[in-house]
């Protein structure tokens, strides 16, 4: 015991409030987390639509260039 370092009382936790922190840290990161999916989520969504709008706009201009040189 000696080589253990001397405490306050006051900086001793329960159970119940270490718990208690856990499920508060958990919530916190549960939240930051879905956040940031979310964030990503939108990204993604606007990158999609940017492709999207490209490939018909290429396909748009490949078939009138086909059209123009048929006529």
């Not at 370092?5 to 270490?18: A, G, H, N, R, W």
């Amino acid at each position: 015991m000696a080589a253990l370092p001397s405490y306050d009382i006051s900086e001793l936790v329960t159970k119940d409030e270490f718990r208690a922190g856990m499920a508060e840290l958990r919530a916190e990161l549960k939240s930051d987390l879905h956040e940031g999916l979310a964030s990503v989520n939108t990204r993604i969504d606007r990158l999609f639509l940017a492709m999207m709008s490209a490939f018909v706009v290429s396909i748009g201009t490949t078939v009138g260039f086909s059209l123009a040189l048929l006529t």
